[in-house]
């Protein structure tokens, strides 16, 4: 996808500070965190929101959720925990149409969420 933002960074023609990266996935920081640990985890193929995904993401989407736990364990996060968080459109709050996983940690997290 020419214009998507995060497209853009899989391809590392915008910078970012990528804390992790495999065949599937790259995770780097948020640019406003909201938290002081607030990575985002992107597949690196690009799928507007979660229900464009499909049965042939399965691996994908499973292999983003080991890579959450990787860096939460990277991070030192393994006893505190992390809050892994998707908005799935405008409603629940997404901006980039580029699905998204937020990673969350290094405060107290109320909830119900905001
Ligand atoms: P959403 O609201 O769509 O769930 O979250 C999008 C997130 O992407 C926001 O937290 C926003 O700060 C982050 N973001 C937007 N543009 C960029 C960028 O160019 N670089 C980085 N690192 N984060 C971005
Ligand atoms: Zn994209």
């Not at 495999?22 to 229900?51: G, Y």
Request: proline share 6%; glycine share 6%; hydrophobic share 45%.
């Amino acid at each position: 996808m020419q214009d998507c933002i995060f497209c853009k960074i899989v391809r590392k023609e915008i910078p970012a500070k990528v804390v992790y990266e495999d065949e599937h996935v790259i995770a780097f920081n948020d640019i406003h965190p909201q938290a002081p640990v607030h990575v985002l985890l992107i597949p690196k193929k690009h799928i507007p929101t979660l229900f464009d995904l499909t049965v042939e993401d399965a691996e994908t989407i499973s292999r983003l959720h080991l890579a959450a736990a990787e860096v939460a364990r990277r991070l030192g996060l393994d006893q505190k925990g992390f809050r892994l968080v998707a908005n799935c459109l405008e409603g629940a709050g997404q901006v980039v149409f580029h699905v998204h996983y937020h990673l969350l940690a290094g405060r107290e997290l109320g909830w119900p969420p905001g």
